[in-house]
């Protein structure tokens, strides 16, 4: 079969390599009809998660047709239309009975990191009755992409952590894909503000049309100043941090107000300062998170029902076999407007 394999910082190739099998009996065998490209394999092809080796197929989300089961598989058949969750987890051990799957003690985030992934004509998926969702054929799989992944981690890691109320003010600094997939949740709880700040006035003119009440172009004016000016300098109830980075991390630190929340989602390769000497009156509380995933069938419905319509965030299609020009689209997004890419098989 073809894939996308990382060969270190940098390199990555459309390349053969051997048809996944079922290494134990829960796992099961994807055939891959639709992924994406996240942020996150940005990262990793940057050479941000250096734990990712020579080699490894990239991708953690998508949707397919099962193609095997090993024998304890009880939840899918050959045949069956499946989510594939970027989380993979037993469903039994300490950590997932609590509802926090992200730290399985036989998964977590691994597709795509630690064992093959996604942008592959097949995958293997261990875990498979826990780690996939059923989806009846026919089902608009597309907008279904959006649930492997950014969906459920723009609800927990920066709705659900962020504690967002109704009649909150927040702000959503980074305006890619999981920044939307926060702005588009956040709205089950009718926050009264949303403030959304990127440096790309596309991705912000997106966000408006997502009933974003204000955008702010941090590379054009200063965030810090603007978000003061709009809460008449109180900040936001909920700071959530969709980029990465130490600067848009340190700006939640500056526009949090006192007794807010900053939610980070981002995945940082880099350290951050930690303004103590601010805020340690503030009575604020930092969340990280990986996504645990707990929420995607919750999700799911949301989208079945069209409270929230995640395809609008598909900007671009390619073929499977044409992932190399989506990864130089997604990772020019400004330029080439992108938000989500789906590639299909
Ligand atoms: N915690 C988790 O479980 C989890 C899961 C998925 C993704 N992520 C992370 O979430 C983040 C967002 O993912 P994405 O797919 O939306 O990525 P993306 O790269 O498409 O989006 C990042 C956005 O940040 C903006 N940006 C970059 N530098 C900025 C700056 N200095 N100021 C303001 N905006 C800036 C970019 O213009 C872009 O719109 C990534 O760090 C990704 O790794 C985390
Ligand atoms: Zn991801
Ligand atoms: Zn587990």
């Known amino acids: 079969m073809k894939a996308l394999v990382y060969h270190g910082a940098g390199k990555k190739a459309w390349e053969e390599k051997p048809m996944p099998v079922i290494q134990k009996p829960t796992d099961a065998v994807v055939r891959i009809l639709k992924t994406t490209i996240c942020g996150t394999d940005l990262h990793i092809m940057k050479g941000d998660l250096p734990e990712v080796t020579d080699g490894r197929i990239i991708g953690h989300e998508g ?12 939840n899918f058949k050959k045949g069956d239309h499946v ?136 590379s054009k004016e200063n965030a810090t100043e603007k978000v003061m000016s709009l809460t008449n300098g109180k900040g936001v109830d909920a700071a959530i941090e969709a980029v990465g980075l130490a600067a848009t991390f340190e700006l939640c630190e500056e526009i949090v107000t006192a007794g807010g929340h900053i939610a980070n989602i981002g995945v940082h390769g880099k350290s951050v300062t930690l303004h103590m000497e601010t805020l340690w009156s503030r009575n604020i509380t930092i969340t990280t998170r990986l996504v645990d995933t707990v929420t995607t069938p919750m999700l799911y419905k949301t989208v079945l029902s069209k409270k929230i319509e995640p395809k609008q965030l598909i900007t671009h299609h390619f073929r499977l076999d044409q992932v190399i020009e989506a990864y130089d689209t997604f990772g020019n997004a400004a330029k080439e407007k992108a938000l989500k890419v789906i590639l299909t098989a």
């Open 63 to 74: 949707v397919g047709i099962v193609e095997e089961t090993g024998n304890a598989v009880s």
């Open 83 to 218: 989510i594939i969750s970027c989380v993979t987890s037993c469903g039994k051990c300490e950590n997932c009975k609590k509802g926090m799957y992200s730290h399985c003690a036989d998964g977590g985030w691994i597709l795509g990191y630690m064992i093959d992934g996604t942008q592959a004509e097949y995958v293997r998926i261990p875990h498979a009755d826990n780690s996939l969702y059923p989806i009846p054929a026919g089902a608009d799989e597309e907008a279904l992409v959006m649930l492997s992944d950014i969906l459920p981690t723009g609800f927990e890691c920066g709705v659900l952590n962020g504690q967002v109320k109704p009649g909150d003010v927040i702000a959503i600094v980074g305006a890619g894909p999981v920044g939307m997939a926060a702005l588009l949740t956040s709205q089950f709880y009718t926050p009264a503000e949303i403030i959304v700040i990127d440096q790309d006035d596309n991705r912000l003119e997106v966000a408006k049309t997502f009933s974003a009440t204000h955008t702010i172009n941090s």
